[in-house]
């Protein structure tokens, strides 16, 4: 089983597989251009998902394609609202540290900067862990028309 | 890894290695790049011109990659040139500061030049 888009809904359900990352941004893109988004924010709304749902696979999941996660897609009130659910451990990317990057590069660090490119081209970033085992952990992205 | 989405055609003009990327690069497809990198700078190329005139799209992951390697090249007098990235390429680099760090131009002849002053 692959990704998989339900017809004429705005949510998408993944793997634990990074091979779904093409599918998902595919879906988030046409999306974005479908609620009025030009080329360039399009591109980096589906970005900032990839790099959510790369951590998400990657951490949470650890590469395991027996788990799945849902990506959700709202378009109100000027703003495009892209909710990721997962039942993976918790993890806040709220919680990282933005990254000083002359020290970065001064130290040829590498990693970590999924969050931070989140953060730049979001205009809201959200998270609020599962409440119990039966619920879900929710990463909330939010991208305002401007 | 055996994915057409991501390819990279390898090419050499004098010492210098020119690797052209197709397709898009993401936590998936990253894993290609980094062990074609690592080959290359095994193998004791270190001047090493990355072309992005094919490349749809790039995220962390990709952008990553360099970060693993660009030290170990210039130590030994080399450097990892980036050319002929499209704009919205361009934009995930400049919004993470990479110009500070990495040398990129517009075409492959302007990296190879460089080199060879």
Redesign the interface.
Known sequence: MVATIKPQTNQISARGN??D??II?GFVEHQAHTAGFG??DA??IA?AV??AC?NL??HSYNNDESREFMVTIEVANEQMIIKIMDNGEPFNPLSVPEPN??EY?QK????G??V??MR??MTEINYQPAKNSKSMNILTLTKHFI | MNDLKFTIDHQSVGDVKLLKLQGYLDAHTAPHLESALGNLIQEGSHKIVVNFKELDYISSAGLGVFMVYIEDVRTTGGDIKLSEMKPKVFTVFDLLGFPMLFEIVEHDQIALAKFTA
Do not use: C, W
Not at chain 1, 108 to 111: D, E, P, V
């Open positions: 990074t091979a990352l093409e941004r080329e360039t591109y980096q970005l990839d790099e790369s696979i990657r990057m002359t590069f040829f660090k590498h990693g900067l999924g931070f490119l730049k081209v």
